[in-house]
Protein backbone atom coordinates (compact mmCIF):
# COMPACT_ATOMS: atom_id res chain seq x y z
CA UNK A 1 0.00 0.00 0.00
CA UNK A 2 2.91 2.22 0.70
CA UNK A 3 4.79 1.50 -2.27
CA UNK A 4 1.29 2.09 -4.13
CA UNK A 5 0.94 5.60 -2.68
CA UNK A 6 4.76 6.90 -3.82
CA UNK A 7 3.95 5.62 -7.12
CA UNK A 8 0.61 7.44 -7.53
CA UNK A 9 2.61 10.62 -6.23
CA UNK A 10 5.11 10.20 -8.75
CA UNK A 11 2.94 9.39 -11.31
CA UNK A 12 0.76 12.84 -10.29
CA UNK A 13 4.27 14.74 -10.11
CA UNK A 14 5.36 13.70 -13.65
CA UNK A 15 1.95 14.86 -15.01
CA UNK A 16 2.48 18.06 -13.21
CA UNK A 17 5.76 18.57 -14.90
CA UNK A 18 4.29 17.91 -18.52
CA UNK A 19 1.56 20.22 -18.01
CA UNK A 20 3.80 23.05 -16.83
CA UNK A 21 6.23 22.32 -19.96
CA UNK A 22 3.15 22.44 -22.62
CA UNK A 23 1.95 25.61 -21.12
CA UNK A 24 5.25 27.31 -21.06
CA UNK A 25 5.60 26.20 -25.13
CA UNK A 26 2.27 27.54 -25.75
CA UNK A 27 2.71 30.66 -24.09
CA UNK A 28 4.84 32.37 -26.65
CA UNK A 29 3.00 30.73 -29.68
CA UNK A 30 -0.50 32.21 -27.69
CA UNK A 31 2.01 35.32 -27.83
CA UNK A 32 2.68 35.74 -31.20
CA UNK A 33 -0.76 34.39 -32.10
CA UNK A 34 -2.01 37.74 -30.47
CA UNK A 35 0.71 40.14 -31.61
CA UNK A 36 -0.31 39.37 -35.28
CA UNK A 37 -3.95 39.89 -35.04
CA UNK A 38 -6.33 40.90 -31.37
CA UNK A 39 -9.94 42.12 -32.19
CA UNK A 40 -11.66 44.18 -29.20
CA UNK A 41 -15.22 42.96 -28.00
CA UNK A 42 -16.71 45.86 -30.00
CA UNK A 43 -14.80 45.07 -33.18
CA UNK A 44 -15.69 41.56 -33.12
CA UNK A 45 -19.68 42.90 -32.94
CA UNK A 46 -19.21 44.80 -35.58
CA UNK A 47 -18.15 42.93 -38.20
CA UNK A 48 -21.58 41.11 -37.91
CA UNK A 49 -22.98 43.26 -40.07
CA UNK A 50 -26.14 44.98 -39.74
CA UNK A 51 -27.99 41.40 -38.17
CA UNK A 52 -26.03 42.71 -34.93
CA UNK A 53 -28.37 45.48 -34.50
CA UNK A 54 -31.93 43.63 -34.14
CA UNK A 55 -29.76 41.31 -32.51
CA UNK A 56 -28.98 44.00 -29.83
CA UNK A 57 -32.59 44.82 -29.38
CA UNK A 58 -33.84 41.24 -28.62
CA UNK A 59 -30.45 41.09 -26.27
CA UNK A 60 -32.06 44.45 -24.15
CA UNK A 61 -35.76 42.64 -24.30
CA UNK A 62 -34.68 39.85 -23.08
CA UNK A 63 -33.57 41.51 -20.07
CA UNK A 64 -36.45 43.38 -19.63
CA UNK A 65 -38.98 41.19 -19.65
CA UNK A 66 -36.71 38.46 -17.60
CA UNK A 67 -36.72 41.14 -15.22
CA UNK A 68 -40.29 42.27 -14.81
CA UNK A 69 -41.81 39.05 -15.35
CA UNK A 70 -39.39 37.22 -11.92
CA UNK A 71 -41.05 40.22 -10.33
CA UNK A 72 -44.99 39.91 -11.33
CA UNK A 73 -45.13 36.25 -10.48
CA UNK A 74 -43.49 36.04 -6.89
CA UNK A 75 -45.93 35.45 -4.49
CA UNK A 76 -45.18 38.78 -3.36
CA UNK A 77 -46.40 40.13 -6.03
CA UNK A 78 -49.39 38.03 -6.62
CA UNK A 79 -50.33 37.29 -3.00
CA UNK A 80 -49.25 40.16 -1.21
CA UNK A 81 -49.07 38.27 2.64
CA UNK A 82 -50.12 41.52 3.93
CA UNK A 83 -53.48 42.13 1.85
CA UNK A 84 -54.46 38.32 2.36
CA UNK A 85 -53.80 38.86 6.40
CA UNK A 86 -56.18 41.67 5.85
CA UNK A 87 -58.76 39.94 3.97
CA UNK A 88 -59.02 37.17 5.81
CA UNK A 89 -59.69 39.08 9.27
CA UNK A 90 -62.40 40.45 7.20
CA UNK A 91 -64.04 37.42 6.28
CA UNK A 92 -63.40 36.08 10.18
CA UNK A 93 -65.54 38.92 11.11
CA UNK A 94 -68.04 38.03 8.16
CA UNK A 95 -67.54 42.07 7.26
CA UNK A 96 -67.90 41.22 3.38
CA UNK A 97 -68.50 45.02 2.76
CA UNK A 98 -65.35 46.05 4.00
CA UNK A 99 -63.65 43.09 2.17
CA UNK A 100 -64.74 43.73 -0.67
CA UNK A 101 -63.86 47.83 -0.20
CA UNK A 102 -60.37 46.95 0.43
CA UNK A 103 -59.65 44.47 -2.59
CA UNK A 104 -61.15 47.41 -4.79
CA UNK A 105 -58.70 50.04 -3.06
CA UNK A 106 -55.70 47.57 -2.92
CA UNK A 107 -55.34 45.85 -6.34
CA UNK A 108 -52.93 42.91 -6.74
CA UNK A 109 -53.87 39.93 -9.12
CA UNK A 110 -55.43 37.61 -5.79
CA UNK A 111 -57.70 41.32 -4.19
CA UNK A 112 -58.82 41.43 -8.37
CA UNK A 113 -59.88 37.83 -7.79
CA UNK A 114 -61.57 37.95 -4.38
CA UNK A 115 -63.32 41.56 -5.27
CA UNK A 116 -65.07 39.96 -7.96
CA UNK A 117 -65.99 36.80 -5.79
CA UNK A 118 -67.33 39.33 -3.19
CA UNK A 119 -69.33 41.18 -5.35
CA UNK A 120 -71.01 38.26 -6.52
CA UNK A 121 -72.11 36.55 -2.99
CA UNK A 122 -75.71 37.00 -3.53
CA UNK A 123 -76.00 35.09 -6.61
CA UNK A 124 -74.97 31.71 -4.96
CA UNK A 125 -72.06 29.60 -4.74
CA UNK A 126 -72.02 28.64 -8.74
CA UNK A 127 -72.03 31.97 -9.72
CA UNK A 128 -69.45 32.95 -7.73
CA UNK A 129 -66.68 30.37 -8.61
CA UNK A 130 -67.46 31.33 -11.92
CA UNK A 131 -66.76 34.82 -12.02
CA UNK A 132 -63.39 33.88 -9.82
CA UNK A 133 -62.62 31.16 -12.41
CA UNK A 134 -62.93 33.88 -15.35
CA UNK A 135 -61.23 36.38 -13.59
CA UNK A 136 -58.20 34.06 -12.67
CA UNK A 137 -58.31 33.52 -16.08
CA UNK A 138 -57.65 36.80 -16.93
CA UNK A 139 -54.80 37.32 -14.78
CA UNK A 140 -53.08 34.39 -15.57
CA UNK A 141 -53.24 35.48 -19.27
CA UNK A 142 -51.99 38.89 -18.07
CA UNK A 143 -49.16 37.52 -16.85
CA UNK A 144 -48.39 34.92 -19.38
CA UNK A 145 -48.57 37.91 -22.35
CA UNK A 146 -45.05 39.68 -21.35
CA UNK A 147 -43.94 35.81 -20.76
CA UNK A 148 -44.73 35.16 -24.36
CA UNK A 149 -42.72 37.29 -25.53
CA UNK A 150 -39.56 35.59 -24.51
CA UNK A 151 -40.55 32.43 -26.37
CA UNK A 152 -41.48 35.12 -29.42
CA UNK A 153 -37.73 36.55 -28.95
CA UNK A 154 -36.20 32.99 -28.63
CA UNK A 155 -38.03 31.92 -31.92
CA UNK A 156 -36.92 35.43 -34.08
CA UNK A 157 -33.24 35.74 -32.87
CA UNK A 158 -32.12 32.89 -34.26
CA UNK A 159 -33.96 33.41 -37.59
CA UNK A 160 -32.54 36.66 -37.32
CA UNK A 161 -28.83 35.18 -37.16
CA UNK A 162 -29.49 32.83 -40.04
CA UNK A 163 -30.35 35.90 -41.90
CA UNK A 164 -27.18 37.69 -41.44
CA UNK A 165 -25.70 34.12 -42.11
CA UNK A 166 -27.00 33.87 -45.58
CA UNK A 167 -26.15 37.61 -46.53
CA UNK A 168 -22.39 37.26 -45.21
CA UNK A 169 -22.41 34.33 -47.65
CA UNK A 170 -23.33 36.26 -50.29
CA UNK A 171 -20.64 38.80 -49.85
CA UNK A 172 -18.09 35.85 -49.82
CA UNK A 173 -19.05 34.60 -52.41
CA UNK A 174 -19.30 37.80 -54.48
CA UNK A 175 -15.62 38.48 -52.82
CA UNK A 176 -14.33 34.93 -54.34
CA UNK A 177 -16.26 35.87 -57.92
CA UNK A 178 -14.46 39.19 -58.09
CA UNK A 179 -11.00 38.67 -56.60
CA UNK A 180 -11.04 35.33 -56.27
CA UNK A 181 -8.52 34.22 -53.02
CA UNK A 182 -5.74 37.14 -53.59
CA UNK A 183 -8.10 39.09 -51.26
CA UNK A 184 -8.14 37.21 -48.29
CA UNK A 185 -8.54 40.46 -45.67
CA UNK A 186 -12.20 40.93 -47.55
CA UNK A 187 -12.92 36.99 -47.46
CA UNK A 188 -12.52 36.76 -43.76
CA UNK A 189 -14.61 39.53 -42.67
CA UNK A 190 -17.17 38.31 -44.95
CA UNK A 191 -16.85 34.94 -43.40
CA UNK A 192 -16.54 36.64 -40.01
CA UNK A 193 -20.24 37.60 -40.25
CA UNK A 194 -21.31 34.27 -41.37
CA UNK A 195 -20.25 33.28 -38.09
CA UNK A 196 -20.76 35.89 -35.84
CA UNK A 197 -24.18 36.41 -36.93
CA UNK A 198 -25.13 33.12 -36.44
CA UNK A 199 -23.55 32.78 -33.08
CA UNK A 200 -24.78 35.83 -32.00
CA UNK A 201 -28.44 35.20 -32.35
CA UNK A 202 -27.95 31.45 -30.69
CA UNK A 203 -26.68 33.29 -27.66
CA UNK A 204 -29.40 35.31 -26.98
CA UNK A 205 -32.50 32.71 -28.18
CA UNK A 206 -31.00 30.05 -25.49
CA UNK A 207 -31.41 32.32 -22.21
CA UNK A 208 -34.59 33.40 -23.88
CA UNK A 209 -35.75 30.50 -23.89
CA UNK A 210 -34.91 29.26 -20.64
CA UNK A 211 -36.06 32.10 -19.12
CA UNK A 212 -39.82 31.62 -20.97
CA UNK A 213 -40.17 27.87 -19.34
CA UNK A 214 -38.76 28.97 -15.94
CA UNK A 215 -41.45 32.16 -15.44
CA UNK A 216 -44.09 29.71 -17.03
CA UNK A 217 -43.93 27.38 -14.34
CA UNK A 218 -43.59 30.59 -11.88
CA UNK A 219 -46.55 31.86 -12.91
CA UNK A 220 -48.72 28.64 -12.64
CA UNK A 221 -47.33 28.11 -9.26
CA UNK A 222 -48.43 31.21 -8.34
CA UNK A 223 -51.79 31.01 -9.78
CA UNK A 224 -52.14 27.45 -7.67
CA UNK A 225 -51.02 29.53 -4.32
CA UNK A 226 -53.84 32.38 -5.15
CA UNK A 227 -56.26 28.96 -6.04
CA UNK A 228 -55.68 27.68 -2.36
CA UNK A 229 -55.94 30.96 -0.72
CA UNK A 230 -59.31 31.66 -2.14
CA UNK A 231 -60.27 27.72 -1.38
CA UNK A 232 -59.04 28.87 1.90
CA UNK A 233 -61.34 31.66 2.27
CA UNK A 234 -64.83 30.55 0.65
CA UNK A 235 -64.86 27.48 2.39
CA UNK A 236 -68.08 26.80 4.75
CA UNK A 237 -69.51 30.30 2.85
CA UNK A 238 -73.26 31.20 3.91
CA UNK A 239 -74.57 31.56 0.59
CA UNK A 240 -78.20 31.14 1.96
CA UNK A 241 -77.57 33.74 4.05
CA UNK A 242 -76.53 36.06 1.18
CA UNK A 243 -78.75 35.60 -1.17
CA UNK A 244 -79.79 38.44 -3.07
CA UNK A 245 -77.71 40.55 -1.21
CA UNK A 246 -75.52 43.32 -3.77
CA UNK A 247 -72.44 44.15 -1.83
CA UNK A 248 -70.31 45.57 -4.58
CA UNK A 249 -72.13 49.06 -4.46
CA UNK A 250 -71.63 49.22 -8.39
CA UNK A 251 -74.54 50.13 -10.21
CA UNK A 252 -76.63 47.47 -11.72
CA UNK A 253 -78.15 48.01 -15.62
CA UNK A 254 -80.14 45.27 -15.57
CA UNK A 255 -83.67 46.50 -14.84
CA UNK A 256 -86.78 45.41 -15.10
CA UNK A 257 -88.20 44.13 -18.54
CA UNK A 258 -90.43 47.74 -19.96
CA UNK A 259 -93.73 45.30 -20.57
CA UNK A 260 -94.18 44.75 -16.96
CA UNK A 261 -93.90 47.87 -15.66
CA UNK A 262 -94.36 51.91 -16.45
CA UNK A 263 -92.57 54.77 -15.66
CA UNK A 264 -94.26 55.34 -13.04
CA UNK A 265 -92.63 51.79 -11.75
CA UNK A 266 -96.73 50.50 -12.06
CA UNK A 267 -97.30 46.62 -13.35
CA UNK A 268 -98.52 46.46 -16.84
CA UNK A 269 -99.30 42.91 -16.81
CA UNK A 270 -98.34 39.15 -15.60
CA UNK A 271 -95.56 37.54 -18.62
CA UNK A 272 -95.65 33.87 -18.27
CA UNK A 273 -93.41 31.12 -20.39
CA UNK A 274 -94.39 31.35 -23.89
CA UNK A 275 -96.22 34.46 -23.85
CA UNK A 276 -95.06 36.90 -27.27
CA UNK A 277 -93.90 40.50 -27.04
CA UNK A 278 -94.67 42.74 -30.06
CA UNK A 279 -90.56 44.03 -30.44
CA UNK A 280 -91.96 46.84 -32.37
CA UNK A 281 -94.32 48.02 -29.34
CA UNK A 282 -92.56 46.16 -26.74
CA UNK A 283 -96.27 45.36 -25.48
CA UNK A 284 -97.94 42.15 -24.94
CA UNK A 285 -99.04 40.35 -28.36
Known amino acids: ??????YLMLLLAGFLCLGTAIASAEEPAKKDAKAVHSKSFLETLVEGGWVMFPIAVMSVLTVYLSTDGVKNTSLKKTSPPDFVAEVKLFFQQ??????????????????????????????GKTIVEEGMISEMHKESASMGTQINYLSVIGVVTPMIGLLGTVTGMIKAFSTLGSSGIGDPASLSGAIGEVLIAT???????????????????RSTSAIHHMQDIINQLFRKMPYEALAGVHISGEEIYAGMPNWLVDYNQQPVAEVGIGTEIDPSTGEVA
Open 199 to 217: ASGLVIAIPAFGMFYFLRS
Open 1 to 6: MKYRHT
Open 94 to 123: GDYVGAYTFCRDNKSPITNVLRVGISLLGD
